[in-house]
């Protein structure tokens, strides 16, 4: 059983910082892949940044210059750094991992329950 559990949400204005964490916790033999996704109101969740197990990271363009997502690979968990924060990234943020349980297993996909990141004007 493998948990992804989020933190660090919280209610910000406009041109505010934050910091998001994601502890993965569990049966984990590697992960392939690490991101967060976001999710607005009447909206589909849609990528925000991703690491991947070689080390390469994708941004959205919504974030690319505000956003910094990290992993510390000993503790399994992943960071989500977000400066001059706007109302538009008003959402909730999941954590997704790719992960195997098992040398044998195949990669999973687990998410996390999502955190409430609200930006004021």
């Known amino acids: 059983q493998v948990h992804l559990v989020e933190s660090g949400g919280a209610l910000v204005q406009a041109g505010g910082s934050l910091r998001l964490s994601c502890a993965a916790s569990g049966s984990i033999f590697s992960i392939d892949v690490m991101g967060w996704y976001r999710q607005a109101p009447g909206k589909q969740r849609e990528l925000v940044a991703r690491?991947?197990?070689?080390?390469?990271?994708n941004y959205a363009d919504s974030v690319k210059g505000r956003a910094t997502i990290s992993r510390d690979n000993a503790k399994n968990t992943l960071y989500l750094q977000m400066n001059n924060l706007k109302p538009e990234d008003t959402a909730v943020y999941y954590c997704?991992?790719?992960?195997?349980?098992?040398?044998?297993?195949?990669?999973?996909?687990?998410w996390g329950q999502g955190t409430q990141v609200t930006v004021s004007s």
């Open positions: 690491i991947f197990g070689d080390g390469s990271i």
């Open positions: 997704n991992a790719l992960l195997r349980a098992t040398l044998r297993t195949p990669p999973g996909d687990y």
